[in-house]
């Protein structure tokens, strides 16, 4: 995936978070943040689509952190219905700032799949400063973890597959149009986008290369 994989652990409001840090072959341009599925159905930092999303920004020059959430891998901690994970996730944020502040003063993504978007749209909502360039959110759940309002930019990537068995497509589509945001829909793509990583990829990829 990248030149090196850094393993680490940052300080959550439940004890340590588990972090993979994927650097690419040169200095960074930037980072990105990429957020695993449901912790108890599975989920963790090395799922497939959180591993393709993160290779595709290693690929654009940005250092990608893969944390597992609480309770999943070596993080401290129970399952806290996108809440608590969200509070880690910014305590990861502002302790990446100051491990390395030249990186974090660059532009940064984030991403998110599955669960893994509940906790990036509420963070993202909840952020102060610098905030990211791009969000992209594939199998959005979002909306079914929420403890706060939401509010994502207009141009914020949905992808979605078209067969999607774990958030029906209608579901889905519910989301984008409370909150006025363009998707992306993989002709017959299941929820974890089995055979469709590459077209995954590519609209990554491409958002990506936007400035």
């Not at 141009?155 to 989301?175: C, K, Q, R, S």
């Not at 998707?183 to 974890?192: G, K, L, T, Y």
Request: charged share 20%.
């Amino acid at each position: 995936m990248s030149a090196r994989t850094e393993h680490t652990t940052f300080d959550g409001l439940a004890g340590d978070i588990d972090c993979a840090i994927d650097w690419p072959e040169g200095p960074p341009t930037g980072w990105a943040l990429v957020l695993h599925p449901h912790p108890l159905h599975g989920g963790a930092r090395d799922n497939k689509v959180v591993t393709t999303i993160a290779r595709c920004c290693v690929q654009h020059g940005l250092a990608a952190l893969r944390p597992n959430f609480r309770g999943v891998g070596a993080s401290n901690g129970e399952f806290d219905n996108a809440k608590g994970e969200t509070a880690d996730m910014q305590a990861l944020v502002e302790q990446f700032a100051l491990r390395h502040a030249d990186v974090a003063a660059g532009p940064w993504v984030l991403g998110g799949f599955s669960f893994g978007t509940a906790v990036a749209a509420q963070l993202y909502s909840g952020l102060q400063g610098h905030r990211p360039r791009a969000v992209i959110l594939a199998g959005t759940a979002a909306q079914r973890f929420t403890f706060r309002d939401i509010a994502l930019p207009d141009d914020t990537l949905l992808i979605h597959g078209e067969t999607d068995e774990v958030v029906p497509l209608d579901e889905a589509m519910g989301f984008a149009r409370q909150h006025q945001l363009p998707m992306v829909v993989i002709p017959d793509a299941s929820h974890f986008f089995h055979g469709k990583l590459l077209v995954l990829r590519r609209l990554v990829q491409q958002r990506l290369s936007v400035p």
